[in-house]
């Protein structure tokens, strides 16, 4: 059983009198443990298609099946449960709540999902050490470096052991250096397990993923693994 | 979310900008103040017309000269016109009343006091020895109007305290002659000091025996006749009786008037009561622009913090976690706010106490409650909508506005 199955997946808005798909006839199957990169032009579908898959947004039409399950017709509150358990965000812009300390914004998630303070504490440390943030468990958001700030928003994207993390454009804010990092922090998680999904707009880092997926107007361009299953076919047939 | 997690981020939310905060909390504050501090001015001023009417005297009957109601033709009236005077004997014959337990008749009028070549004007008062602990007088020096027959007064006097300053001085007054109007008499005693109140000014009066009063004034009728109950529970009793009696004693005229001072108390009472709360319900609007002003900013605050609204949504925040927290957040400015206003509106009120010391100005109970719970209220009715508006904001869009 794959961990994502989108099928027949359509997403329209309005943008004044024209209708724009952001995402057409989009099927796609995501093993768990895999590693993807989705590629492509801005206004491709890319964010799009990471808000489906975190269930921000919903399709107009298609079913989309997170293990098994079908998400889509999920109430908003049974959808909320399902992100707080089984989906961690990372954002470009990194997300953090300013007036909480590096160790408040990494136990959100897990105060929201009402889990007891002495679990929280324990983990929250485990989380510090982890991502090698013990000194700055106190320091704000605006004290941190854009490195820091990007390893509290994995910190905190983690901290309820999700099965999916959704990374948006996770290096874009940084520079090569810390960039390099982070993206070397989400590779240790998907090497433990972790299903990666990043978008990004560098090549470099898209190729290091096992997987590639390129949008153009709202279409999968290519997947490199239907390439390869295509090839094998090819080669098979 | 945990109940003290979502107060605690309520808080953190709350005091994370200082400057929204801490001006809704002024406003609620006001708002509540304005209610405490009015409030204490009305009930205030109940209590000091009412405080003022108590030291008339307890428990009091007033029987006036004169009907009260219109009545139609009948023989009677065609027959006696004018309406019988009250004498002294209609006042003896109140003693007897089982439910009376002190009687005075009172006449008035005004005179000249001399003494040492000294003049000056003065209220007459003609009453019995019961006079003065009916109205609650204290007698400073000396002693009151003897007991004695009321037809046959004795020729003594009762001066208030500023005219023995002004006739005495530093003389002792007690046992001098002075002479009032046309008779001479002997100074008995000397009130205390009562300044202005509201009826009688003590201070300038001169009380002397009912007959000698009359007879200086040339009339056998009386101002007033006071009554004193046996206690308050017999007070409409004492004022039926009382109305009998002088009836019967008029050949079935109904020709007086007897009123208590409890009913004059009541209206009084009454009266100023719906002042305190039309003066609190006046308050209660800048109650309400205050609870209007923390829906405004909770609507800014939900705007301001869009974009955290999205991320606890991405986060797993359910609708009803955020509402909650922001519905927290009005509720706990507004509680604030409340608690300021109430311990402000004490001190204003404590304030008033210092410089009017005779005016009691504490806010009454009932109002710091219906303040205190009609701040929370608006607080939490006005919060609810910026708070479902929050939880229904679009996750995607909001995460963009971050």
Request: zero cysteines; aromatic letters at 4%; glycine letters at 10%.
């Amino acid at each position: 059983m794959a961990l994502i199955e989108l099928s027949g997946i359509e997403r329209r808005f309005l943008l004044g009198d024209t209708t724009v798909n952001a995402l057409a006839g989009l099927n796609l199957q995501i093993e768990a443990g895999e590693y993807v990169a989705v590629m492509g032009p801005s206004g491709s579908g890319k964010s799009t298609l990471l808000n489906l898959l975190g269930l921000l947004d919903r399709p107009n039409e298609g079913t989309y099946k997170l293990e098994g399950r079908d998400v889509t017709t999920l109430s908003p509150d049974e959808q909320a449960t399902v992100r707080s358990t089984r989906i961690g965000f990372v954002f470009q812009s990194f997300h953090l709540v300013p007036r909480l300390t590096a160790a408040e914004n990494i136990a959100l998630p897990m105060t929201l999902a009402g889990i007891s303070p002495a679990e929280r504490n324990k983990r929250v440390a485990q989380a510090l050490k982890d991502f090698g943030l013990d000194q700055r468990a106190d320091h704000k958001p605006d004290q941190l470096s854009g490195g820091q700030r990007q390893r509290v928003a994995i910190a905190r994207a983690t901290i309820m052991q999700p099965a999916l993390i959704l990374a948006d454009e996770p290096t874009g804010n940084l520079d090569r250096h810390t960039g390099e990092e982070v993206v070397n922090l989400l590779e240790a998680l998907n090497a433990r397990g972790v299903t990666l999904i990043v978008v990004t707009h560098d090549p470099g880092m898209g190729a290091r993923a096992r997987r590639q997926l390129v949008m153009e107007d709202g279409r999968l361009k290519s997947d490199s693994r239907t390439d390869d299953i295509s090839i094998l076919g090819k080669i098979s047939g | 979310m945990r109940l003290t997690d979502t107060l605690r981020f309520a808080r953190d939310a709350a005091t994370g900008y200082p400057m929204r905060t801490t001006l809704s909390v002024l406003a609620m504050s006001i708002g509540v103040a304005a209610v405490v501090i009015l409030t204490a001015l009305g009930d205030g001023a109940r209590r000091y017309v009412v405080g003022q009417f108590s030291s008339l005297g307890t428990n009091l009957v007033i029987v006036l000269p004169g009907r009260s109601g219109t009545g139609g033709f009948n023989p009677a009236n065609a027959i006696t016109t004018t309406p019988r005077d009250l004498t002294i004997d209609d006042a003896g014959s109140l003693r007897r009343l089982p439910t009376v337990r002190r009687v005075a008749p009172l006449a008035v009028g005004t005179s000249e006091i001399a003494f040492g070549g000294k003049l000056r004007e003065v209220m007459v008062a003609g009453s019995t020895a019961d006079f003065i602990p009916i109205r609650n007088f204290t007698i400073a020096q000396g002693v009151g109007l003897p007991e004695e027959d009321w037809n046959r007064g004795s020729s003594v006097a009762v001066i208030g305290a500023k005219i023995r300053d002004e006739m005495f001085g530093a003389n002792p007054a007690i046992g001098q002659l002075v002479r009032v109007g046309d008779r001479r008499l002997r100074v008995v005693g000397v009130l205390a000091s009562t300044g202005q109140g509201l009826g009688m000014n003590t201070d300038e009066l001169v009380i002397v025996p009912v007959s000698l009063a009359q007879a200086m004034f040339n009339s056998n009728t009386l101002f007033r006749i006071l009554v004193e109950a046996n206690s308050r529970d017999a007070i409409e009793g004492a004022k039926d009786q009382a109305m009998t009696a002088i009836k019967q004693r008029h050949r079935g005229e109904e020709d007086v008037t007897v009123i208590t001072q409890d009913a004059v108390l009541a209206t009084f009472d009454k009266l100023l009561g719906a002042l305190t709360l039309a003066v609190a319900g006046i308050a209660a609007i800048s109650l309400a622009v205050a609870g209007i002003l923390v829906m405004n900013v909770m609507l800014v605050a939900v705007t301001q913090r869009t974009g955290e609204i999205g991320l606890l949504k991405a986060l797993g925040a359910t609708a009803r976690t955020i509402r909650l927290a922001f519905l927290a957040e009005a509720a706990m400015l507004s509680a604030v706010g409340a608690l300021v206003g109430y311990l402000l509106g004490q001190l204003g009120a404590f304030a008033l106490r210092q410089f009017f010391p005779v005016f009691p100005a504490y806010p009454p109970d009932w109002a710091v409650i219906a303040g205190l719970s009609t701040a929370l209220a608006t607080g939490l009715i006005f919060g609810v909508m910026p708070a479902r508006r929050a939880a229904r904001l679009d996750p995607v869009q909001a995460l963009m506005k971050h």
